[in-house]
């Protein structure tokens, strides 16, 4: 069994793929070809953004966001300990440090609540969660909520919170293209939206990709110009630091033709999850996805909390042994990680974070997963619980 099947997905578009990709060949147009356009124009309509700019990876999407608005050294940006590294990282390539807030146990997602305890403290205004050691010498920019395997954030909370502060908010949408807040796309919460296509993602190419979303055209141009080493009015024409951000024009071929398929395939992942939740239901000590009323998530993962860690390993040992893989977003917090050590937080300092990063276990989840494989994990979990 796979964890992600994308060899089903791709028996579905094969044609499709191959004459988008031929077209590629034919035209010649490897850097910036007709295709990156076509995706930005499409995918932009989809999630209800003015703009669009496709790059190098959802890593880049956020660094490239972060250009737009000067971050560097002394600046501080707001997210979450319970996500990918990159968040946090792109922040940190800058020269910028990230504080952490604690998560909401129930969503895995940024808490809102604990984003205002976080900035009252970092005003010096109590001392209830732990802060960065250099914290008194930084400046506080923006949030970055993640909305993490594919549920929004709580943006109405979040929003309320970054414009009294006069910070701006970035939505890492790496997992969650595809999902929905209160009748809002993902991708298009934030000031800026950064999404990634690596190939597991919810929307994926067959390498790596990203794209940033904004209503701003302002920040949008300068996006553009920093995904090509700060372009102006010419190639040679340089005025201010970039990078080599851009997406392969084949990438984009790739993605067209995904993007054919993708609405089914956010349907079909919806069947998928609720099928999950009906055949789990009741089991002991384990809780299954909670999704607010209102939210849609795009199920990039199925991720469960088990009652403790010893059921999560006897559990996770009985689905390997019948062949069937399980994953753990994520081991340890961003907090506890060797290349955030000169942060200075300690363990402790995130128990919700801590907590899950002991007791959540991902399942199989991609469109194509059957009602008989399903069973066969569920009955496997149910035996082993
Ligand atoms: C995957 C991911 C990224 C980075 O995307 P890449 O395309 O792999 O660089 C960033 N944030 C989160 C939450 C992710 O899951």
């Known amino acids: 069994?796979?964890?992600?099947?994308?060899?089903?997905?791709?028996?579905?578009?094969?044609?499709?793929?191959?004459?988008?990709?031929?077209?590629v060949l034919s035209h010649g147009k490897y850097i910036l070809g007709p295709e990156n356009k076509e995706v930005e124009e499409r995918l932009a309509a989809y999630v209800g953004s003015k703009y669009a700019l496709a790059c190098s990876s959802g890593t880049d999407a956020l660094v490239l966001a972060l250009m737009a608005y000067g971050i560097g050294p002394g600046d501080a940006i707001l997210t979450t300990p319970f996500t990918f590294i990159a968040t946090a990282e792109a922040a940190s390539l800058l020269g910028a440090t990230p504080i952490f807030v604690d998560i909401d146990l129930k969503t895995f997602n940024i808490d809102p609540v604990k984003l205002e305890e976080t900035i009252a403290a970092f005003?010096?205004?109590?001392?209830?969660?732990?802060?960065?050691?250099?914290?008194?010498?930084?400046?506080?920019?923006?949030?970055?909520?993640?909305?993490?395997?594919?549920?929004?954030?709580?943006?109405?909370?979040?929003?309320?919170?970054?414009?009294?502060?006069?910070?701006?908010?970035?939505?890492?949408?790496?997992?969650?293209?595809?999902?929905?807040?209160?009748?809002?796309?993902?991708?298009?919460?934030?000031?800026?939206?950064?999404?990634?296509?690596?190939?597991?993602?919810?929307?994926g190419c067959y390498g790596d990709g990203g794209m940033c979303?904004?209503?701003?055209?302002?920040?949008a141009d300068l996006m553009f110009s920093a995904?090509?080493?700060?372009?102006?009015?010419s190639q040679y024409d340089n005025v201010i630091i970039g990078m080599n951000g851009r997406f392969d024009t084949i990438q984009a071929a790739v993605l067209l033709a995904k993007?054919?398929?993708?609405?089914?395939?956010?349907?079909?992942?919806?069947k998928v999850a609720q099928k999950y939740t009906e055949l789990l239901a009741g089991i002991k000590g384990l809780n299954t996805p909670y999704i607010p009323?209102?939210?849609?998530?795009?199920?990039?993962?199925?991720?469960i909390l088990a009652d403790n860690n010893e059921q999560r390993t006897k559990i996770r040992a009985a689905l390997q042994e019948k062949g069937i893989p399980s994953a753990v977003y994520y081991p340890k917090p961003l907090n506890m990680q060797t290349a955030f050590e000169s942060l200075g937080y300690k363990l402790g300092d995130f128990p919700v974070s801590e907590d899950c990063s002991d007791r959540i276990f991902?399942?199989?989840?991609?469109?194509?997963?059957?009602?008989?494989?399903?069973?066969?994990?569920?009955?496997?979990?149910?035996?082993?619980?």
């Open 123 to 203: 005003k010096g205004k109590n001392n209830s969660v732990a802060l960065p050691v250099n914290h008194a010498s930084l400046t506080l920019k923006g949030v970055i909520p993640v909305d993490l395997f594919g549920l929004c954030a709580d943006y109405d909370a979040i929003r309320e919170i970054t414009e009294r502060e006069k910070l701006f908010l970035l939505e890492d949408a790496a997992q969650s293209m595809g999902g929905e807040y209160k009748g809002r796309k993902a991708c298009s919460l934030g000031d800026i939206g950064c999404t990634s296509f690596f190939p597991a993602k919810p929307l």
């Open 227 to 233: 995904s090509i080493h700060g372009t102006g009015k």
């Open 362 to 385: 991902s399942l199989p989840m991609h469109p194509y997963l059957t009602e008989a494989e399903q069973g066969l994990i569920v009955d496997i979990i149910s035996r082993n619980s």
């Open 259 to 270: 993007f054919d398929i993708f609405e089914d395939e956010v349907e079909l992942r919806q």
């Open 293 to 303: 009323e209102g939210y849609k998530s795009a199920w990039a993962q199925y991720s």
């Open 1 to 23: 069994m796979q964890f992600v099947d994308l060899a089903s997905q791709q028996k579905r578009i094969k044609e499709n793929i191959d004459t988008r990709i031929a077209n």
């Open 213 to 219: 979303f904004t209503d701003d055209k302002a920040k």
